[in-house]
């Protein structure tokens, strides 16, 4: 390995303008990355981490973001100086880059495999067959089953974890020289986590592609860096080698850094409480059609014949890999999507009511959903987000009764009342997954689906969401179904676990029991491999070993 970086970011700093406010997201970082090195940036949402990498390339929107201070040298090159048409021979090719959010960088008017070609055509002028041949190539590296069947899919016929590898092998195209990797794992389950940490070493290997590995999930810094960087407030507290860091953490900021993860035991329901939501025999099966008149060739089965009953007061943490059919069941449950089999919610059937019925159920039952930013409308204040529900549901409230209930909300999920003047993108990601919480449980439902409500936050912010669910669980009485792939935060959630493959339970227990003696392979290996992540050189999971 050459001792000469392959980049070199000397002296960064990123200043963001907004009227006369400026303010500096980046401070005077510096940092090196050789051939074949992984580097880790690591901390907080607002850190700076992703706003580094984005400058490396380019991104940022200019002229509301500049560089007071600094180069980014890559093989010698300034790219900050580089001029438009300069930079876009370096993008796609020799550096690449994979997004943490795949629905919002996915074309979703284009195939899978017109996305993928595209990158091939444009840097390596392939098309045709060939085009055809690389990108099911690349989609089996990245663990794709059955590549051959998904060239002709859209993003939104993708689970979470299959968008995300579909970008991992856009990024890989090109066998790039650097490949900037952005929270890339956060939405892969442990198994496929593992596989793409695998997949990066081994390309690492062959190709001598340098990486620069952003996350906040410090198991995984542990598995695939040489090297880290802790930033905190746009500056670099601390830079060692990646034993090191572990070993003996030398700023206070690092050590609460590796301190972090969800702590505490799931309240235990009480042994007489009432079902609150039960299903039967649950299908969700999605057709496949083909042909000149859309004929139905066979079934997608998203889920297919899973029973549950849940009890007040429980939690239900329900685990599998990406695509096993987890949010389907999810959304089943929640009568948003189709669905066959008796459910029965609160006592009465509600498989057979139809919109307009449904609709006053819906109080009831909410969802927090795993992107909050996506899920929170950008035109609308905090205010008018929490407070929608009860315009619909609540319609006799008055106004000053309704900001009232908006306030005790935001009071419950720990943020201030001033906050509901304020707009979803002036918040960080913790804070806005607390507004989405805050608008769910302002209605006082009975029954709410958490789907990977955790998943895109730090390890500091999840620790704290974990309490903060657990307190208003037992404040108020709610009832919660937890779809999560980290088994670190259902351990500290979930009294309960059901597994899932390939839309079918494979197993379902109190979760300590499980998690001491799982039962069948697949969950052992599901364990397993959440275990070897999570507990390298020896450190504990919560509910693993406890």
Known sequence: ???????????????????????????????????????????????????TALSILKLLQYPAASHPSGRILFKGADLIAMDERQIRKVRGNDITMVFQEPMTSLNPLHTVEQQIAEILSLHRGMSGPAARRRVIELLTEVGIPEPETRLGSYPHQLSGGQRQRVMIAMAL????????????????????????????KELQARLGMAILFITHDLGIVRKIADHVCVMNHGRIVEAAPVAEIFAAPQHPYTRELIAAQPKGNPAAPHPEAPVVLEATDLKVWFPIKAGLMRKTVGHIKAVDGVSIAIHKGETLGVVGESGSGKTTLGLALLRLISSEGPIVFLGESVDTLGFK?????????????????????????????????????????????????????????????????RYPHEFSGGQRQ??????????????????????????????????????????RGLTYLFISHDLRVVAAL????????????????????????????????????????????????PGVTR
């Open 1 to 51: 390995m050459s001792d000469t970086p392959l980049l070199s970011v000397q002296d960064l700093s990123v200043a963001f303008t907004q009227g006369e406010r400026v303010t500096l997201a980046v401070d005077h970082v510096s940092f090196e990355l050789k051939r074949g090195q992984t580097l880790a940036l690591v901390g907080e949402s607002g850190s700076g981490k992703s706003v």
């Open 173 to 200: 195209a090109n066998e790039p020289q650097l490949l900037i990797a952005d929270e890339p794992t956060t939405a892969l389950d442990v198994t496929v986590q593992a596989q793409i940490l695998a997949l990066l």
């Open 357 to 421: 019925d449904m609709r006053r159920h819906r109080d009831k039952m909410q969802i927090v959903f795993q992107d909050p930013f996506g899920s929170l409308s950008p035109r609308m204040s905090v205010a008018d987000i929490i407070g929608e529900g009860l315009l619909v549901h609540q319609p006799t409230l008055s106004e000053a009764e309704r900001e009232a209930k908006v306030i005790a909300a935001l009071k419950d999920v720990g943020l201030e009342p001033e906050a509901r003047h």
């Open 434 to 475: 607390r507004v989405a919480i805050a608008r769910a449980i302002v209605l006082e439902p009975s029954f709410l689906v958490l789907d990977e409500p955790t998943s895109a936050l730090d390890m500091i912010v999840q620790a704290q969401i974990v309490d903060l669910l657990r307190d208003l669980q037992q404040r």
């Open 494 to 541: 979930a009294s309960r676990l059901m597994v899932m493959k390939g839309g079918v339970m494979v197993e379902e227990g109190p979760a300590a029991q499980m998690f001491a003696a799982p039962k069948t392979d697949y969950t052992r290996a599901l364990f397993a491999a959440a275990f070897n992540l999570d507990t390298a050189e020896g450190a504990a999971v």
